[in-house]
């Protein structure tokens, strides 16, 4: 992947998708079978106020969209389409009051179905991992 396509590509997750921008999703790597993302926490990404631990639904948001973003490293065309047929999350550990590190790799790539396997990271210890299967469509 050329140099402009990465700027792009993070251009892309980290300014022009509103949920990215919402929760302060940072690139660290990016190419076409790989991703890994940073976010931060917050104090309004809290799923249990007792704690501060993260909510488990931002956890499942973030890795479906980091598996998401491995199938648009893959567009060949701006017209090329995405969808996610399956997410799959088994969470691990809690996520206290840190920033959580998100990797990607893409598994298969097929005519019409893209599969990624993604993790969540919290200080080098695995907090959750998914499956994601994808509707992929060239134009």
């Not at 929760?23 to 660290?28: A, P």
């Not at 309004?44 to 704690?51: A, H, K, M, N, Y």
């Not at 550990?93 to 599969?115: S, Y």
Request: no cysteine; charged share 30%; aromatic share 8%.
């Amino acid at each position: 992947m050329d140099i402009m396509t990465k700027e792009r590509l993070i251009k892309l997750a980290e300014e022009e998708i509103p949920i990215h921008k919402y929760f302060g999703l940072k690139v660290e790597i990016v190419e076409k079978d790989f991703i890994k993302v940073r976010v931060p926490f917050r104090k309004d990404l809290v799923g249990d106020i007792r704690t501060n631990h993260w909510h488990g639904g931002i956890i499942a948001t973030i890795l479906d969209s980091v598996g998401s973003a491995i199938g648009i490293a893959n567009f060949n065309s701006p017209e090329d389409k995405l969808s996610t047929i399956d997410l799959r999350v088994d969470y691990l550990r809690f996520a206290n009051g840190n920033d959580l590190v998100f990797e990607g790799k893409l598994v298969r790539m097929g005519n019409r179905i893209m599969v990624t396997k993604m993790k969540a990271f919290q200080d080098n210890l695995l907090v959750a991992e998914g499956k994601g299967v994808y509707n992929f469509i060239r134009s």
